[in-house]
């Protein structure tokens, strides 16, 4: 069955440390989307890609890139890890953008990451 | 911009209790409305989606109609279970936003035996 994996699944790391959390879907989805998940501001959109090659800020990029250079796999990368990066990280991947605004996304399980 | 706003929570429930969670969206164009559910320590999940105006999105008992009047998109079930305790999200995309999905802060959902 096609799906949508993420790893680690817990991580702690420190503060200065580079980190990268790995997304990986075998839907054959063109786009990917990656998200954090805080209290009181729920899901929030930090990059996005259409294609490979493809990147996009989202609404809270500050401090992480993206990059895709293959359908399957957009790994996000904290440069310089931050206490306030203490967070859930989503993954989601859905299918492309010819076929209408209704398809839905699909989540990963997500990444608790540890910023101490 | 576009954005979502649902009601807060925690909401505690007992089972078989009547459950309605507000949605309501601010929207340039026409989007395509959605709900998701988490479980805990799980991913987020489709519930149910609406594409345009008076559509009903109907999933495991949950209903929810798309009104474009009141922009509003509220999440009901008629008599709820415990395994039905999860976080609620209400989302919209629209396609002058390059599809992207703009999610409500969530609704933590109880139900009590």
């Known amino acids: 069955d096609a799906e949508i994996t993420q790893s680690p699944r817990h991580k702690i790391t420190e503060t200065g440390r580079q980190v990268t959390l790995a997304c990986h879907q075998t839907?054959?989805?063109?786009?990917m989307f990656w998200y954090r998940q805080d209290l009181g501001h729920g899901l929030r959109l930090i990059h996005y890609?259409?294609?490979?090659?493809?990147?996009n800020k989202g609404e809270v990029s500050d401090g992480y890139s993206v990059s895709r250079s293959n359908t399957e796999d957009l790994p996000l990368t904290l440069e310089s890890a931050a206490s306030s990066q203490t967070s859930v990280y989503f993954c989601?991947?859905?299918?492309?953008?010819?076929?209408?605004?209704?398809?839905?996304?699909?989540f990963g399980p997500g990444t608790r990451l540890t910023v101490l | 911009g576009d954005s979502v706003t649902q009601m807060e929570g925690p909401v505690t429930l007992s089972e078989e209790a009547f459950l309605t969670i507000n949605c309501t969206y601010t929207a340039t164009g026409y989007p395509s409305l959605f709900w998701y559910v988490q479980y805990p320590g799980e991913g987020l999940q489709l519930l149910l989606k609406?594409?345009?105006?008076?559509d009903k999105g109907s999933n495991k008992g949950f209903e929810a109609t798309y009104r474009k009047e009141t922009t509003s998109f509220h999440l009901e079930k008629g008599s709820v279970q415990v395994s039905d305790s999860a976080v609620y999200f209400c989302a919209l995309s629209e396609s002058n936003t390059g599809n992207q999905f703009y999610f409500g802060t969530g609704t933590s959902l109880t139900v009590i035996p």
């Open positions: 609406a594409t345009k105006a008076d």
């Open positions: 890609s259409y294609g490979v090659q493809d990147t």
């Open positions: 989601a991947s859905s299918d492309k953008l010819l076929a209408a605004t209704y398809n839905e996304q699909f």
């Open positions: 839907w054959n989805h063109n786009n």
